[in-house]
């Protein structure tokens, strides 16, 4: 089983920057990929990034240069960087781990960016 905390959801203006965190804990093996993911009030959930253990990123056409992700395997923990956001942004974002057939979700955290 693994737990996932997330951090650093809120609010910010049109064009600021926000980092969200996310930490691993419990049965965690060498291998898997962590990401985000995000749904907006009346759509479905879709990927925002991923990241595997040796570094391999995938992103959403729609955060490509704006959005970071990173990890830091030491504290099993993934990032997201988010700049130049936009309105659209607007969803709550969840903490996903994946190793093996298991999937994992965090409880989420709300992003709202006003205009």
């Known amino acids: 089983q693994v737990q996932l905390k997330e951090s650093g959801g809120g609010l910010v203006q049109a064009g600021g920057p926000l980092r969200l965190s996310c930490a691993a804990s419990?049965?965690?093996?060498?291998?898997?990929?962590m990401g985000w993911y995000r749904q907006a009030p009346g759509k479905q959930r879709e990927l925002v990034a991923t990241i595997t253990t040796d570094g391999n990123t995938n992103y959403a056409d729609s955060v490509k240069g704006r959005f970071t992700i990173s990890r830091d395997n030491a504290k099993n923990t993934v990032y997201l960087e988010m700049n130049s956001l936009k309105p659209e942004d607007t969803a709550v974002y969840y903490c996903?781990?994946?190793?093996?057939?298991?999937?994992?979700w965090g409880q989420g955290t709300q992003v709202t960016v006003s205009s």
């Open positions: 996903n781990f994946r190793q093996s057939i298991f999937n994992y």
């Open positions: 419990g049965s965690i093996f060498i291998i898997n990929v």
